[in-house]
């Protein structure tokens, strides 16, 4: 079993940088693939990037290509996604995800969720 906490979220101008983590408990943090996903108010659930658990492959939706960084620091058990060049369409709730395929861009192929945390950009 794995347990997701996110962190990290907050205000930002447009252009500025925002660095958001997902912290996770137990043993098997490693083992799991992991991926960020966020989501607007009125919008559907968007895949944003993901990270392989051994080779730290990525792969990155088009839009955030080029701005964002995805990570993971499995000594510590958590997961970075460094937020460049924020743009204002860049608001929304940001979720982390922990599952056994990789690359996953849909949320139903993941196995555990963090609650979230807010990233909200400001014209």
């Known amino acids: 079993q794995v347990q997701l906490i996110e962190s990290g979220g907050g205000l930002v101008q447009a252009g500025g940088s925002l660095r958001v983590s997902c912290a996770a408990s137990?043993?098997?943090?490693?083992?799991?693939?992991m991926g960020w996903f966020r989501q607007a108010p009125g919008k559907e659930r968007e895949f944003v990037a993901a990270i392989s658990w051994n080779l730290g492959m990525t792969y990155y939706t088009d839009s955030v290509k080029g701005r964002f960084t995805i990570s993971r620091n499995n000594a510590m058990k958590t997961m970075y996604l460094q937020m460049n060049t924020l743009k204002p369409e860049d608001t929304a709730v940001y979720l982390c995800a922990a599952g056994s395929i990789f690359p996953a861009t849909r949320g139903g192929e993941y196995d555990y969720w963090g609650q979230g945390t807010q990233v909200t950009v400001t014209s």
């Open positions: 137990g043993r098997t943090f490693s083992t799991y693939h």
